[in-house]
């Protein structure tokens, strides 16, 4: 379904609403495949480059990012994200976001957000954001969404703690990137 090379476009969205909440373009670099089950897609890795746009529709914003990144998307897992990066390669952070399981399409990955995001520094350090806009939601997901959401938060640390893919070694820790 995806190819190096190919642009993907990333939604996420708010549930129950389905209302884009953001949205940004993003280049193919790695398709990895279930071992098992070659045929099947187990995750995807976009690249997007310094100066990409991030459309965050929710706070009517269109922005120009001074910053590369990574953000891989894997089958049936309930978050997504990878490194921010600057233009040398230098990691700066770690940018989590947790959601549903992604729906691929051939030109799109789109997903619920869940609110819950966890940022890492350099050096793995993980700190979970927007609890409370999590908690003041909550009501809306289903139950199952809920208590995926808290799993995934601890899949994320274990994640960063073990540097898997697409973690890389820890460095030197950065003051942290302002967000939108």
């Known amino acids: 379904m995806y190819g190096p090379g190919q642009i993907v476009r990333l939604e996420f969205f708010k549930y129950p609403e389905r209302r884009r909440h953001y949205w940004w373009e993003a280049r193919v670099v790695e398709v990895r495949r279930d071992g098992a089950a070659p045929e099947r897609l187990s995750a995807v890795l976009l ?3 310094v100066g990409f746009s991030f459309h965050h529709e929710t706070k009517g914003l269109a922005l120009r990012m001074d910053h590369q990144a990574y953000v891989a998307f894997f089958t049936g897992r309930w978050y997504s994200g990878g490194p921010d990066l600057d233009a040398s390669g230098r990691v700066l952070e770690y940018y989590w976001n ?3 399981p992604p729906t691929f399409e051939p030109d799109r990955i789109w997903q619920y957000d869940l609110e ?3 940022r890492a520094r350099a050096d793995h350090a993980c700190e979970v954001r927007d609890v409370d806009e999590f908690e003041a939601r909550r009501h809306l997901y289903p139950a ?3 208590e995926a959401a808290w799993q995934a938060v601890e899949e994320i640390r274990a994640l960063m703690r073990e540097a898997r893919w697409p973690v890389l ?4 820790p950065h003051p942290w990137m302002a967000r939108p």
């Open 169 to 172: 070694p820890p460095s030197a």
């Open 116 to 118: 819950l995001d966890v």
């Open 144 to 146: 199952a969404w809920v």
């Open 47 to 49: 690249h997007m480059p």
């Open 98 to 100: 947790v959601q549903t």
